[in-house]
């Protein structure tokens, strides 16, 4: 491998007897559950593996640790967490599979609280001397055998292998609407990804995106602004919804005067300001140097187009095993992106792929290029016969699992993973878990009333102490206690 000499040095500091040098790009949950596993492996214990993650701020913790909305390099904020956020799902479920909340935590914790458990996880787990902050990957390339890491500190070091976990929250996402620009431009219009609490923007307040941002902003906006307009793809009413709440169809328009137009024909006029709750361009500038990504939609398939490995901003594609890409200028099992999926439960997801990852580092050949190549083709068949048309469409769906599918997905994950005796447990998914994922919003709105009456301090009293037995049984009390007619209802 050719390298340039003032890069020598650097690259031989690196113990030789290492035979694989693992380098994590990012210390937010994925990172810390990379490695966790990583830092667990025999490989790792007996020295034959080295692993180093690089974290851009000053702690762990990702998305969850909280900044104010000061722009990056790139123009965003470092992350979009906005002080009243709590979690969507219940800690127990979306907790690492090896390490609980502790007890007495709120069913539905405060962004705070899953900071702090980020940090236990990482203290217990004794990966701080493992992490290097304050320190940015800026450049990643494959050269003839190893990646050629660039730091931010002037360093650069080679690697055998990547993994990715620099989080899918960062990059805003400004969809291309008749005259949004122009509202953006006169400071009529911003991104939540800039929203920390409702400060007063106006007596009548547009809100964009139908996803859990949007529904917690467009009800705290309500407690300042007159009238709060929620522009969302299936508008319909929901419980413990404000009165001042409106909501209506896919906005399409935004005119100059202060009316907007929704997909079905109607205005909304004297609009004072619009939220933008639209979600986040997945973004990997690292890889974007020496082209090992194509930052553009796939064509359709098949066949896959041998060698191309894409960044739609929506998805990455082909990635096998949601994890690998299947492309020609690197090996596949050279690199691996975490935590990319959608619409799951992000930490137990993470912690299974983070086995997978270990398994294929360890063992080349045990990724099929063919068999792997066989299932991107099925799924994008199945996202075609569920209604995308268009390579767009199929991108937009891809990473966006159904509620079966995150199971199966992390069962077989774990199956993997222990196969040639690696010694990883075959951990597979409760049916307590499957069942109470599917009852959260029920689960979420009780909790909301429970905490809001003083109530759930008296339910959490002793709950986790006797183990995650207790977690399941509070939750199904609270859909119980969800079920019971509002006015039989007494203290329970």
Request: charged fraction near 20%; glycine fraction near 6%; hydrophobic fraction near 40%.
């Amino acid at each position: 491998m050719e390298i340039l000499p003032s890069v020598l040095p650097d690259l031989l500091r690196y113990n030789l007897q290492c035979e694989k040098r693992i380098c994590i790009i990012g210390a937010g949950a994925g990172g810390l559950a990379a490695l966790k596993v990583v830092s667990e492996s025999a490989y790792f214990k007996s020295g034959k593996w080295s692993v180093i993650a690089y974290e851009t701020r000053e702690k762990v913790g990702g998305v969850w640790l909280p900044s104010p909305p000061v722009v990056d390099d790139y123009n965003a904020p470092v992350t979009p967490l906005y002080d009243s956020l709590t979690t969507n799902i219940p800690h127990p479920i979306m907790a690492y599979t090896s390490y609980s909340f502790p007890p007495e935590t709120p069913l539905f914790p405060p962004a705070h609280v899953v900071q702090t458990y980020l940090e236990s996880y990482a203290a217990y787990s004794n990966l701080m001397p493992l992490i290097k902050f304050d320190t940015t990957v800026l450049d990643a390339r494959w050269e003839s055998t190893q990646w050629i890491v660039t730091l931010s500190d002037g360093g650069h070091f080679a690697y055998d292998h990547l993994i990715v976990t620099n989080g899918h929250y960062h990059l805003p996402r400004i969809p291309e609407l008749p005259g949004l620009a122009d509202w953006m431009k006169r400071g009529r219009a911003s991104h939540s990804a800039w929203y920390r609490k409702p400060d007063f923007l106006g007596d009548k307040i547009l809100v964009v995106g139908g996803g859990p941002s949007g529904d917690d902003i467009a009800a705290e906006m309500c407690t300042v602004s007159s009238v709060v307009i929620h522009a969302v793809t299936l508008p319909g009413t929901k419980k413990n919804d404000p009165e001042n709440l409106i909501r209506r169809g896919r906005l399409i328009e935004l005119k100059a005067d202060g009316q907007v137009v929704f997909d079905d024909g109607t205005t909304e006029d004297n609009i004072d300001y619009c939220i933008l709750a639209t979600g986040f361009r997945m973004h990997f500038p690292f890889l974007e140097g020496a082209s090992m990504i194509i930052n553009d939609i796939p064509p359709d398939f098949p066949p896959l187009l041998p060698g191309k490995f894409f960044n739609s901003t929506y998805h990455v594609f082909p990635l096998a095993k949601h994890l690998f890409p299947l492309q020609s200028l690197y090996p596949i099992s050279s690199i691996a992106f975490m935590g990319l999926l959608i619409r799951v439960a992000p930490f137990p997801l993470m912690e299974a792929q983070a086995h997978a990852i270990v398994r294929a580092f360890s063992d080349p050949s045990s990724l099929d290029p063919i068999a792997e190549t066989v299932d991107i083709i099925t799924r994008g068949d199945k996202i075609k016969r569920a209604g995308a048309s268009t390579p767009l469409a199929v991108a937009k769906a891809w990473f966006r699992f159904d509620r079966q599918d995150q199971w199966d997905y992390r069962d077989a994950m774990y199956q993997f993973a222990q196969d040639m005796g690696s010694g990883t447990p075959l951990i597979k998914v409760t049916e307590w878990e499957k069942e109470l994922y599917n009852l959260t919003q029920e689960m979420r709105s009780t909790w909301e009333d429970l905490e809001k009456s003083g109530d759930s301090i008296e339910w959490l009293r002793d709950v986790g102490k006797n183990g995650v037995q207790d977690w399941v049984e509070l939750m199904y009390r609270v859909v119980d206690y969800a079920r019971i007619p509002k006015n039989s209802l007494g203290k329970l």
